[in-house]
C-alpha cells in the first residue's frame, strides 16, 4: 500500500511542479547551445537556525550546511518574547534580523509575536490584567513590527492558539487572538500573518479544532495569510493519515507551510527514508506552499536524533545527504540543450527563478533571468548586434 501512495504523491508531485518551457529558434545564427539554471526554488523549503550559530565566525560549518541545503530561514527562539525581555524594561533586537545572511537571497519568517500560555510569556505579565495589559500587548505589537516592518514574509501571530489562550481567559476577551492579527496587518501589511499550530497532522481533534479556527478567522475578515503546520513527527509516520489530514485543514482554503518539520528516528537509514517519503507528500500537495525543518544539526536540535547533522563538523548524515540531494538536485531544473534555425524545444520545469545562457561557438553571446510559475511567462530576446532574436515562450 504504502508504495502506490508514494507513488501517487510521485504523480502528484509532476503535475504540479512542471510547467514546461517552450524554446523556439527564429531567425536566428544556425547553431545555439540554450542553458537553463534554476537559481531559487517557489516552493519554501528552510530551517530553524540558532541567531548565535547562523552569524558567528567560529561556526563556520554551521552555515555552510544551512545554505548549500535552504532559502528560507527561521529564528529558533531568538524573537519570541521571553527572550527579547527577560525584565519588565528593555528590548533588545540586536543581530536579530542581521544575523541571516541575505546576500544569499535568504527569506525569513518571523516567529513570534504572542505565545500565550504558561512559560511562553514574560514572567512580569502575569501580575497584569484587563486594560494594563492589553496596552502592553498593543506596544509589543508596535514594536515588533516597527523593528521588523517588511522584513520577514510572515508572521507566526499567535502561536499554538487551539492549545493555549492565556491572553483569552486573562482579559476575558474569546476574540483578542483576531485582534493581534487585526493589529499585526495595519502594521505591518505586506507580511502575511499566519496562523501555527501543533498536532495538526497527529490528532484529529487538533485537525478539527484547527480548521474550525481558521474557519471562524475567514468569516469574521481576519486578515489570515496562512496556516502553519508544526509536524513535529515520531518514528515510521503514517502518510495516509497526514495526507488526509492536510485535505481537511485545506478546506479552509488558505495557503499551508509545514513550519516545524522533524521525524524522531535513531536509525539514520530509516530516518533518512521517512524525511524522503514525508518531503515527497508535503511537496506534492496543492495547498503546501512550503517546508520548515525545525533545526538540522544534533548540536543545537531540540530533538537530536531528527537532526540531518552531525558532531563538531555539521556533517550531512543519510537523512542530510537525502535532504541536499532532493532539494539541490532531483528537485531542480537545470539543463543544457543544443537547438537549430527553426527548431522547437519543450523542457519541463520545477517552478521558481532561472538563468537563461545562449552559448554560439563556445561564447555566451546572452543572459537573462526569468520566472517560471503556474501563471506561465513569455519572453523576447534580442541578440546583440545581429537584429535577429529568438523567442522563448514559458507558458503551460
Known sequence: MLPLFI???QIALTALSFPPIYLLLLLLLYYVAFQI??????????SAVNVNNIHDSAHHAYQKFFYDTFEWAVLENALKWPALEGSKVGTSYITLFNSIN???RIKVRGHNIFWGGGNKIPRWQKSMSGAELKSVLEKHIQDMTKTFKGKFQHWDVENENIHLHYYEDILHDPDITQWMFRETHRLDPHTKCYLNDYSVVSSRLSTLAYLDQALK?????????????????GKNPDLTIIKKRLDEVAKAGYPIWITELDINESDENKKSKNYEDVMRLYFSHPAVHGVMFWGFWDGRHWRPSAALANGDHVTPNAAGRKVQNLLQKAWRTNETRDIQHGQKLHIRAFKGNYKLLVHHN????????FSLNSNGNSLNINLSGSGEYTQIFVAL
Open 102 to 104: 541575505l546576500s544569499c
Open 37 to 46: 539554471q534554476q537559481l531559487k526554488s517557489e516552493f519554501g523549503w528552510g
Open 217 to 233: 478567522f475567514k468569516a469574521a475578515g481576519v486578515p489570515v495569510g496562512g496556516m502553519g503546520i508544526q509536524s513535529h513527527l
Open 362 to 369: 563556445g561564447n555566451m553571446i546572452h543572459s537573462q533571468n
Open 7 to 9: 507513488n501517487r504523491c
